[in-house]
């Protein structure tokens, strides 16, 4: 699991707060019982996207880009974060394993968390971009999207089904809004896929690697429990 915003590169095993059973991508909603709480994801679309960078790890980057592109969408690449309250972390793994590890701090520390997940350590492909929200003692988890209706406009994250859209207000907090209409949604994502990209390559050097410092968690996960 990598994050943005720190500058420790030591390595951190973290306790799991329980088990999470692999989710049924049919179904419109899921509980998850083993996972910290009362969790519930919204239809599992998968927005599947390879997030090649010249064949540097997109795993770093991305986590650097996305909340500085909500928030600070015309500073430069590498401005100071400052008070934001979505964490961003890529994951290797499933969508249930993610779930299980973030559970609960999202629901402790009442902040949302954005998953970029990844099926192993070596893929670049993207297998969705997963948004958990406490809600009312409760965590909402949907599959969402970056949207940019604008160039040099703040980034948006939009569900996969197309129901909600959410932005990074003045103080940094992540707030619903009203999703763009659907004329501008395909170009929109389009749009922000491209920006971030070039974001994600001006903080990758020509040796592939990342710029600046980060932090890297080791976390296990057991194996779901006996029924």
Not at 16 to 38: C, I, Q
Not at 118 to 128: M, Y
Not at 183 to 191: C, E, F, M, N
Request: with cysteine; charged share 25%; proline share 7%.
């Amino acid at each position: 699991m990598i994050g943005h915003g720190s500058r420790s590169n030591a390595q951190r095993k973290l306790p799991p707060e329980g088990g999470v059973s692999e989710l049924d991508p049919g179904k419109e909603k899921a509980s998850l019982p083993h996972a910290r709480g009362n969790v519930t994801l919204t239809r599992n679309y998968e927005t599947m996207r390879n997030l090649n960078l010249g064949g540097a790890c997109p795993r770093r980057p991305i986590t650097h880009a996305i909340a500085r592109a909500m928030l600070h969408p015309t500073a430069p690449v590498d401005v100071a974060l400052g008070d934001c309250d979505l964490g961003v972390f890529a994951v290797n793994g499933t969508y249930a394993e993610c779930i299980q590890v973030l559970s609960g701090v999202a629901i402790d520390k009442r902040r949302p968390w954005l998953a970029a997940t990844f099926a192993d350590e070596v893929s670049t492909q993207l297998r969705g971009l997963l948004l958990m929200r406490p809600f009312h003692g409760q965590l909402h988890v949907c599959l969402v999207e970056p949207c940019l209706t604008r160039v040099g406009k703040p980034m948006l994250l939009v569900s996969a089904d197309r129901m909600q859209a959410f932005e990074l207000d003045a103080a940094g907090r992540l707030v619903e809004r009203a999703v763009p209409s659907a004329g501008k949604l395909k170009k929109g994502i389009d749009r922000a896929w491209a920006d971030l990209t070039r974001r994600m390559l001006a903080v990758t050097t020509e040796a592939g690697e990342f710029r600046f410092g980060s932090w890297i968690a080791v976390v296990p996960v057991p194996e779901a429990r006996p029924r």
